[in-house]
């Protein structure tokens, strides 16, 4: 995976801005914050052969051994208000766990997991608005590839489980036409993505707990937030969280 690579494979699949390489890197998505500041428009991609400090949600750190994985950021810029920017996540989880294959499901909001229930990827969305308006999201997905770190017994890695090998050049490019093309239907048919969430989903119909919150997983509202119904029978709606 070079620059080189990831150039032939956005041309081939109709990428509308082409993805930027980085041999190392701190974070994808800081670079792609502060580019995003600066007006780059939406689509902007960027991969990162080695990135030093990769995080995940709930100020976690994103672990991926040199050439096993998949590190990069997205710039998107669309039309929604603040508040139903979490439906973001839930969009770019679907494009992703596609691009990982059928078998791939999601766990709210933000991981996909393979048949095993195995994590083989994550993903970290920053929001920046403008008053009720989202000016821009930033999101970054990192994906084991070939190989999970040994220290993540719940990780897993998507050759590992199915046995088919990847580019990850033509997989990241796959990731970002998906995540745009999601994204897009998302601003015009929220509906349908949502239904595609259900469709791929890890999460409801299962006992979870959220915080102080535990309960059944019972469905999500149409701004992303995860609906549970406690053992009293009291129905608790969770934005944000580590589930």
């Not at 973001?88 to 909001?109: D, F, H, N, S, T």
């Not at 990241?172 to 509906?191: F, N």
């Amino acid at each position: 995976m070079d620059a080189a690579a990831l150039a032939r494979w956005s041309e081939a699949l109709g990428l509308p801005v082409p993805i930027q390489f980085v041999e190392v890197t701190g974070s994808t998505n800081a670079d792609l914050k502060a580019l995003a500041k600066r007006g780059a428009p939406n689509g902007t991609t960027l991969v990162a052969g080695i990135q030093t400090a990769g995080r995940g949600r709930m100020g976690r750190r994103w672990e991926m051994a040199s050439g096993t994985g998949l590190t990069m950021s997205i710039v998107l810029r669309p039309a929604l208000s603040l508040g139903r920017a979490p439906l973001v996540c839930l969009a770019a989880a679907v494009a992703l766990a596609e691009a990982c294959g059928p078998e791939y499901r999601i766990k709210w909001p933000n991981d996909v997991l393979g048949p095993d229930g195995s994590k083989v990827a994550g993903i970290l969305a920053e929001v920046d608005a403008n008053g009720s308006a989202v000016r821009w999201v930033v999101v970054g997905l990192g994906v084991n590839v070939s190989d999970a770190p040994a220290a993540f017994p719940q990780a897993g890695a998507l050759e590992r489980i199915d046995g088919r090998p990847r580019d990850r050049a033509r997989l990241a490019a796959e990731i970002a036409v998906g995540v745009l093309q999601s994204v897009d239907r998302l601003t015009r048919l929220p509906g349908e993505v949502l239904g595609a969430w259900r469709a791929r989903n890890a999460t409801l119909g299962t006992r979870v707990q959220v915080g102080a919150v535990q309960g059944v997983a019972i469905g999500i509202d149409p701004n992303g937030a995860l609906r549970v119904r406690d053992d009293e029978g009291a129905e608790h709606r969770i934005l944000s969280g580590d589930l």
